[in-house]
């Protein structure tokens, strides 16, 4: 079973990009028909699903953050991030990466809490 952690500040100030990378142990990020996906839930909400890589590199992205979304991939160290631009504080959340996408999620990341503040 594949593992994922995230990892990136806690911390942002508003207008400034949003990055982080999710790392993958236990299985390949290229294996075929596998998705890895960005997920977030800001505090007294639900569960916002942000965009997805492929195992072919091929990005999908939520069409209200697709504007400001960005996810890419580094295959040598089983890796792919999540850029966010122009953030604020209504992008305050808990961001999560997870296996999967439109057929259902597998493993998540425990998570990892970013505030939008100065």
């Known amino acids: 079973q594949v593992q994922l952690q995230e ?3 806690g911390l ?3 207008s400034q990009t949003l990055s982080l990378t999710c790392t993958v142990s ?10 890895w996906s960005w997920i977030r839930q800001p505090p007294g909400k639900g569960l916002e ?4 890589i492929a195992y072919s590199g ?5 069409p209200s953050l697709k504007s400001r ?3 890419s991939r580094d295959t040598s160290k089983n890796q792919f991030t999540l850029q966010l631009s122009s953030v604020t504080p209504e992008d305050t959340a808990v961001y999560y ?6 057929y259902g999620f597998g493993s998540w990341g ?9």
């Open 97 to 102: 990466c997870a296996e999967g996408g439109d």
């Open 12 to 14: 942002v100030k508003p």
């Open 69 to 71: 979304t960005s996810i």
């Open 110 to 118: 425990q998570g990892t809490q970013v505030t939008v503040s100065s």
């Open 7 to 9: 990892s990136g500040p």
């Open 26 to 35: 236990g299985g390949s990020i290229t294996t075929n028909y596998y998705y």
């Open 49 to 52: 699903w942000m965009g997805a």
């Open 58 to 62: 091929s990005t999908y992205y939520s």
